[in-house]
T-cell receptor, first 114, second 114 residues
Framework: AQTVTQSQPEMSVQEAETVTLSCTYDTSESDYYLFWYKQPPSRQMILVIRQEAYKQQNATENRFSVNFQKAAKSFSLKISDSQLGDAAMYFC???????????FGGGTRLMVKP | DVKVTQSSRYLVKRTGEKVFLECVQDMDHENMFWYRQDPGLGLRLIYFSYDVKMKEKGDIPEGYSVSREKKERFSLILESASTNQTSMYLCASSLIVGHLNEQFFGPGTRLTVL
């Protein structure tokens, strides 16, 4: 079974600054996928970024990037130039290659201060 | 754009009532999911369906059942609602093919059982 842990229930960042959200996971699989989802207040959850475990290069999507440390089973999300619209719950999730189901962490609430 | 809709945003029911939560997706996705979201626990999978009339139990199926009579519709049923089923319920859908099958989420139903 997979487990995903987000150790920071809440984080805050000043607008235009950079913030890093932590995520660790545990899996016995060699082939898996990792995701960060964003859930804005009262809005639908959307995918922010994803990483294939077999790729060494860290994924990036505009201001969002990950630091994937496979040996340490760590998958942190870095948000650069934070904007007010980045305020949301962020969930880290993992998925085995062979399966369809996601395993989610407990979430981190990010607050952005103007 | 993929659209996943849920029948109600807010629902208040009494203990012992039978409750139906409906989810509809418009992108011909094979997979559909029901999650429960609780603070600090993230999202936990209740049931998953990969085809019409097919279902698999997730991590917390006790007290719930599901129905998928049409590909686009996936219903979650609480046979006899209890107060510990007060929660946010999220529906999601995804394609069955592709290792990175992103899940698309509905807006959620906040259920209160009195």
């Amino acid at each position: 079974a997979q487990t995903v842990t987000q150790s920071q229930p809440e984080m805050s960042v000043q607008e235009a600054e950079t913030v890093t959200l932590s995520c660790t996971y545990d899996t016995s699989e060699s082939d898996y996928y990792l995701f960060w989802y964003k859930q804005p207040p009262s809005r639908q959850m959307i995918l922010v970024i994803r990483q294939e475990a077999y790729k060494q290069q860290n994924a990036t999507e505009n201001r969002f990037s990950v630091n994937f440390q496979k040996a340490a089973k760590s998958f942190s999300l870095k948000i650069s130039d934070s904007q007010l619209g980045d305020a949301a719950m962020y969930f880290c999730a993992s998925k085995n290659n062979a399966g369809n189901m996601l395993t989610f962490g407990g979430g981190t609430r990010l607050m952005v201060k103007p | 754009d993929v659209k996943v809709t849920q029948s109600s945003r807010y629902l208040v029911k009494r203990t012992g009532e039978k409750v139906f939560l409906e989810c509809v997706q418009d992108m011909d996705h094979e997979n559909m999911f029901w999650y429960r979201q609780d603070p600090g626990l993230g999202l936990r999978l209740i049931y998953f369906s990969y085809d019409v009339k097919m279902k698999e139990k997730g991590d917390i199926p006790e007290g719930y059942s599901v129905s998928r009579e049409k590909k686009e519709r996936f219903s979650l049923i609480l046979e006899s609602a209890s107060t510990n089923q007060t929660s946010m319920y999220l529906c999601a859908s995804s394609l069955i093919v592709g290792h990175l099958n992103e899940q698309f989420f509905g807006p959620g139903t906040r259920l209160t059982v009195l």
